[in-house]
């Protein structure tokens, strides 16, 4: 019986297999049927965002379902291609690979591979809070500036001319160059496609809904959107002879299931992939864990991180067993999913047997497919990516987070996706050193007719010329410790009426061996200043470390049980003070 519980932390579907239920095969037989219709068209366009033949998408998109149904903790979250994913396989890929060889493939299947080995060994080392350390900003930034590339990069294929480019410079030159071989049928493709799947995105629910059909079932047509545009472009793609027109299409689609085996990356490839791979899984489980958490929340679930990192890595391992390419948890057919009511992970094994049924019958029909099409797919996909708003949200309420968004932006923009994940996790740990090695600190006095002490500078307190008290917001360490010592020195050389300092510690949750040799300093520093130092309010397990050190023993003040009592022994005036003015004030 003890068994059971330790094995479901590692295969969480022991812990909800056993009770599923009619209704939840049900509700997530549904979900699978409309996020299979969403996901077939997304998986081709992404497959070829990533410089890959379109059924690579649909083999990505098959066991990475079933493999995160067994090991993964969240009941909404659905695996599979995603755009910034895609968009970071082709620049990681394509420096070792020329696109349309059978080396690119393999090397993208290798990429796969290393993900799924890097998560799973974050997994066994319980890393999963690494993600907490890259600044939202940062990543924010770095998506809005991706999905800014993807739509660019896509404009080539609607107007039907070549123009790569791993930069939005580079991009928009092979745009202006090539302009004047534009294919008109194509244009008039894509064009209509994107204005279709826009309208789609934005409109057809409430218009169906206005008409009369119920909500369900305008959901579900509203989700059909792409499916239906690629129906209607392959039929006149083929219909008119559009490929005689120079109108690019998907060409043959291998039938059937791809075999199964697990490539073994050789070490001259690990070496060139490594880096590449390592970010690449660290924005993808950034990504998946975020929107696995928020569905999560909406019903009172609960997720493990490091469980979703072993869960991720599987998908991965999985993906490359099949051909496939990296995965991650995608945002919209995850909300999709959990919207159409799905209730457990089976819904994406479901939808996976959905992906299978399709690789093994649709494929032909995929000939005359224009790759316009797809292209437009992307770009409506991804445009919900750039967020604007959040760049003027975050000028409005931090300039200097606001500082790092714009720098990852730039960076990513200019210099490439690879260069740019890289920036947002420099600067995610820059911001963090900052921060923690410049602490928050406040003199503090008394307010009066309390026992509060707040910031000189924010309230009206009463202070002594004698006695200075200075709170620090944060716990003391390496990073910070010498700050505190110039802070302190500086303070004291400012009052020469100084008789006592105390450093007021209800914020400080720990204090490391550099903090301690800090404190020691400063407690000699103004022993010969002839200024004594005290504490107040420290917590219980740091004066318990305290009490191990011989700091306490040095100590030419006391530790204060409150800043108050602090305030009753070292500066009695102060309290008389506050009693004058509240009798003044007629309190």
């Keep these: 019986m003890k068994l059971l519980p330790r094995l479901s932390r590692v295969l969480p579907i022991l812990g909800w297999a056993p009770l599923y239920s009619r209704d939840q095969l049900a509700s997530d037989l549904t979900a699978a049927v409309i996020v299979t219709i969403m996901l077939i068209p997304q998986s081709l366009a992404y497959a070829m965002l990533a410089g890959l033949p379109p059924q690579v998408g649909l083999y990505a998109s098959i066991l990475p379902l079933v493999f995160y149904a067994l090991f993964g903790t969240s009941r909404a979250l659905a695996v599979g291609p995603v755009a910034v994913i895609s968009l970071m396989t082709a620049a990681a890929v394509s420096r070792i690979a020329e696109p349309g060889?059978?080396?690119?493939?393999?090397?993208?299947?290798?990429?796969?591979?290393?993900?799924?080995?890097?998560?799973?060994?974050?997994?066994?080392?319980?890393?999963?809070?690494?993600?907490?350390?890259?600044?939202?900003?940062?990543?924010?930034?770095?998506?809005?500036?991706?999905?800014?590339?993807?739509?660019?990069?896509?404009?080539?294929?609607?107007?039907?001319?070549?123009?790569?480019?791993?930069?939005?410079?580079?991009?928009?030159?092979?745009l202006v160059s090539q302009m004047g071989e534009t294919n008109v049928p194509t244009l008039v493709i894509g064009a209509l496609s994107v204005a279709f799947l826009y309208f789609v995105r934005l409109r057809l629910k409430s218009v169906l809904i206005a008409l009369g059909m119920g909500k369900r079932l305008a959901d579900v047509i509203t989700k059909a959107g792409p499916v239906l545009a690629v129906t209607a472009t392959t039929i006149a793609a083929a219909g008119l002879a559009l490929e005689d027109k120079g109108v690019k299409i998907v060409g043959t689609v291998p039938v059937g299931l791809p075999g199964l085996q697990l490539p073994?990356?050789?070490?001259?490839?690990?070496?060139?992939?490594?880096?590449?791979?390592?970010?690449?899984?660290?924005?993808g489980f950034v990504e998946s864990v975020s929107v696995a958490q928020t569905l999560a929340a909406k019903r009172r679930q609960r997720i493990d991180p490091n469980q979703e990192l072993a869960a991720?890595?599987?998908?991965?391992?999985?993906?490359?067993?099949?051909?496939?390419?990296?995965?991650?948890?995608?945002?919209?057919?995850?909300?999709?999913?959990?919207?159409?009511?799905?209730?457990?992970?089976?819904a994406g094994a479901f939808t996976a047997v959905g992906i299978a049924v399709a690789t093994l019958f649709l494929t032909p029909y995929l000939y005359f497919l224009p790759k316009a099409t797809l292209a437009a797919t992307i770009i409506v996909a991804v445009l919900s990516l750039v967020d604007f708003g959040a760049i003027r949200r975050t000028w409005i309420y931090s300039k200097g987070d606001f500082a790092a968004m714009a720098a990852t932006i730039l960076i990513t923009l200019l210099s490439g996706v690879e260069n740019g994940v890289a920036a947002g996790v420099v600067l995610s740990v820059v911001i963090l050193l900052y921060r923690s090695s410049n602490p928050h600190t406040a003199i503090v006095g008394l307010v009066p007719g309390t026992e509060h002490f707040r910031n000189v500078n924010r309230h009206k307190v009463v202070t002594s010329p004698s006695l200075l008290t200075l709170r620090v917001d944060e716990s003391l360490y390496f990073a910070n410790a010498r700050f505190l010592e110039d802070r302190i020195y500086d303070l004291v050389a400012a009052n020469p009426a100084l008789r006592h300092v105390v450093l007021m510690c209800p914020a400080i949750n720990a204090i490391d061996?550099?903090?301690?040799?800090?404190?020691?300093a400063i407690n000699d520093r103004l022993k010969d200043s002839g200024v004594t130092f005290h504490l107040s309010e420290v917590k219980g397990p740091v004066m318990d470390r305290l009490k191990r050190s011989h700091f306490l023993g040095?100590?030419?003040?006391?530790?204060?049980?409150?800043?108050?009592?602090?305030?009753?022994?070292?500066?009695?005036?102060?309290?008389?003070?506050?009693?004058?003015?509240?009798?003044?004030?007629g309190i």
């Design 513 to 520: 061996a550099s903090a301690l040799e800090s404190l020691e």
């Design 264 to 283: 073994i990356p050789s070490l001259g490839l690990v070496a060139e992939l490594g880096l590449a791979a390592a970010l690449l899984s660290l924005i």
């Design 312 to 346: 991720l890595g599987a998908a991965n391992i999985g993906s490359a067993m099949s051909g496939g390419y990296p995965v991650t948890g995608g945002f919209a057919r995850s909300v999709v999913n959990y919207d159409a009511g799905a209730e457990t992970p089976a």
């Design 101 to 174: 060889t059978i080396g690119y493939v393999e090397t993208a299947t290798a990429l796969a591979v290393l993900s799924g080995v890097f998560l799973i060994g974050m997994s066994a080392l319980r890393l999963g809070f690494l993600a907490n350390f890259l600044s939202h900003p940062v990543i924010s930034g770095f998506i809005t500036a991706s999905g800014i590339l993807i739509a660019v990069s896509q404009l080539g294929t609607i107007f039907g001319i070549k123009a790569g480019g791993h930069t939005l410079v580079e991009q928009l030159d092979g």
């Design 554 to 585: 040095a100590l030419t003040g006391k530790v204060y049980l409150s800043q108050y009592q602090a305030v009753l022994d070292l500066a009695p005036r102060m309290t008389k003070e506050d009693e004058a003015l509240e009798e003044g004030a």
